[in-house]
Each structure stands twice: as structure tokens, then as C-alpha cells.
Nanobody, 121 residues
Framework: QVQPVESGGGLVQAGGSLRLSCAAS????????MGWFRQAPGKERELLAAINGGGTSTYYAGSVEGRFTISRDNAKNTALLQMNSLKPEDTAVYYCAQGRGPRWNSPYDYWGQGTQVTVSS
């Protein structure tokens, strides 16, 4: 597929954890930067985390640094986002995307449909 597919969202209590998965196209998957974004109602879409094609370099937004971990398995064409210590303000639709770089915030080419994450207080 050319459109990534997210899974793993749901409802969780504050302080809990979720792991999001992104199944991406096997077509030159390892050549792409993988990014995780989120958008909450009334807020701008924000880049949360990104990982380069080889999995050797990562980026984290300050709002999730130390709580979220991005990883990838190129053999499975999969990117993961482990989310710990979730807060109500993490409630949003989460998206994964594939991009070519060269920067973390360069335009991304392929976007998933999104998965809802709701953190209750």
C-alpha cells in the first residue's frame, strides 16, 4: 500500500500507556523518514517524533520528550510510537507519515488516516 495505516489508538486513563503501530508500504520503506503527528481540536497539527530511514537518528518534540519513543522495523515495514505517562492534553488524532527529508519538518509524502487517542482525567 502507498498509504500508511495506523492502529493501536483507544481510550486510556491518565498515567497509562499505549503503543501505536504504523504499517507502511514496502516500496523502498527504508529510504523514508517516518514521522508521528497529532492534531487536537482547535490546535495545529504538530510533529511529535521522527526517525530516519536507517533508524539511527530520532527527533522528539519537547512536549513528548522522555515519555514517547519512536522506533521502526524495516524488515516489517513498520513504525511504532510507544506512549507512556499519558496526559489528558495528549488527546488527539495521531497520524503516521512517510517523508524524504532532508529535515524532520520537511513535507511528508504519504499520510495515514489517523487513529484516535483519548486520555481521560
Amino acid at each position: 500500500q502507498v498509504q500508511p495505516v495506523e492502529s493501536g489508538g483507544g481510550l486510556v486513563q491518565a498515567g497509562g500507556s499505549l503503543r501505536l503501530s504504523c504499517a507502511a508500504s514496502g516500496r523502498t520503506f527504508s529510504a523514508y523518514v517516518m514521522g508521528w503527528f497529532r492534531q487536537a481540536p482547535g490546535k495545529e497539527r504538530e510533529l511529535l517524533a521522527a526517525i530516519n530511514g536507517g533508524g539511527t537518528s530520532t527527533y522528539y518534540a519537547g512536549s513528548v520528550e522522555g515519555r514517547f519513543t519512536i522506533s521502526r522495523d524495516n524488515a516489517k515495514n513498520t513504525a511504532l510510537l510507544q506512549m507512556n505517562s499519558l496526559k489528558p492534553e495528549d488527546t488527539a488524532v495521531y497520524y503516521c507519515a512517510q517523508g524524504r527529508g532532508p529535515r524532520w519538518n520537511s513535507p511528508y509524502d504519504y499520510w495515514g488516516q489517523g487513529t484516535q487517542v483519548t486520555v481521560s482525567s
